[in-house]
């Protein structure tokens, strides 16, 4: 591997949730980048390969994930966002 590494911010089972739950697959990708490196790490070329990204792209999500952790790829749940039951209920009639 070319010394790359993901920040522990989330367990194996947490980023697999993640992945779960996944609105858009661009979102489902980016977690499945993070899934990869963390339980079988190989370079990012090969990373690249299996997740249908860019290097350059996976770098990236790696790169932002360690440094701005989970919320580098799930802005709107950690910023506090009702979800769209909660928006529902606040409209109702």
């Known amino acids: 591997m070319s010394g790359v590494h993901v920040a ?5 089972d947490e980023i697999k949730m993640k992945m779960q739950m ?3 697959f661009l979102k489902f990708q980016k977690w499945l980048v993070i899934y990869n490196f963390l339980v079988d790490p190989r370079p990012i070329a090969e990373i690249a390969k ?4 860019s ?3 996976v ?4 790169s932002e994930y ?3 952790g989970p919320e580098a790829i799930d802005p709107f749940k950690t910023m506090g966002t009702p979800s ?6 606040s409209f109702s009639i």
């Open 8 to 12: 522990g911010h989330l367990s194996v």
């Open 22 to 24: 996944s609105a858009g």
């Open 50 to 53: 299996h997740t249908g990204l």
């Open 55 to 57: 290097e350059s792209s």
């Open 59 to 62: 770098y990236r999500i790696i």
């Open 66 to 68: 360690n440094t701005e």
């Open 84 to 89: 769209w039951h909660e928006q529902a209920r």
